[in-house]
């Protein structure tokens, strides 16, 4: 099966600066990458996605890359915000299931 | 449009006891899936279903156990519980099953067994 690792397990950032998360995954047949972000007392929210045809998609201040040779993928947050500070999951789709990376606690600090 | 809701959002059983947790997706969503969250194994695939079939299953033993109705709310039950099964267990529905299989999260049920 699938097998996605994440890093780091946390990150403490001050706001306004960038926050970076990296996970690889270990199936070339996996073609789909979700993010989600996870606050206290709620399920994970889907956030951004990439698929395999593609090599960065953006939306405001997130963005995500995809490096498929290497089996690689990465989240940025920009212009990080109070309401960033959430636990971020990697996800990669293989065989329809969706399997998970172990999480980033991000704390933005004030 | 409502999101995905799970019922009861908690609950509390005894060792031995079984349970039978509740999902209802996005209207109009054919495919259901359930997850188990812990601070140890992380995020991890129970099962899914699609139009009343069970179409993948994760790792988990036959205590494990679910089921899908024609208007697409799911059940999951787990029999004979254990301390271990204590953990949020996450339902999450999608449009379609395809490859690029966007998932759509409830609250979650937080399940203590004593």
């Known amino acids: 099966g699938e097998n996605v690792e994440q890093h780091p397990s946390t990150l403490s950032v001050q706001e306004g600066d960038s926050a970076v998360i990296k996970c690889t995954y270990s199936d070339s047949a996996s073609n789909y990458f979700p993010w989600y972000k996870q606050e206290l007392g709620k399920g994970p929210q889907l956030i951004i996605d990439?698929?395999?045809?593609?090599g960065e998609k953006k939306d405001q201040r997130i963005a995500v890359t995809l490096n498929k040779t290497a089996k690689h993928f990465s989240l940025h947050i920009t212009e990080t915000q109070p309401e960033d500070s959430a636990v971020y999951f990697c996800a990669a789709v293989y065989d329809y299931k969706l399997s998970f990376g172990a999480g980033t606690t991000v704390t933005v600090r004030a | 449009k409502a999101g995905v809701t799970q019922t009861p959002r908690y609950l509390i059983k005894t060792r031995g006891q079984q349970v039978t947790l509740s999902c209802s997706p996005i209207s109009g969503h054919r495919s259901v899936s359930w997850y188990q969250q812990t601070p140890g194994q992380g995020l991890q695939f129970l099962f899914e279903?699609?139009?009343?079939?069970?179409?993948n299953k994760g790792n988990f033993p036959g205590r494990f156990s679910g089921r899908q109705f024609s208007n697409s709310r799911s059940e999951m039950n787990v029999s004979t519980l254990e301390l271990g099964d204590s953990a949020l267990y996450l339902c999450?529905?999608?449009?379609?099953?395809?490859?690029?299989?966007?998932?759509?999260f409830g609250p979650g049920t937080r399940l203590t067994v004593l």
């Open positions: 279903y699609f139009s009343e079939t069970q179409r």
């Open positions: 990439i698929r395999s045809n593609v």
């Open positions: 999450a529905s999608s449009l379609v099953q395809t490859d690029y299989n966007e998932q759509f």
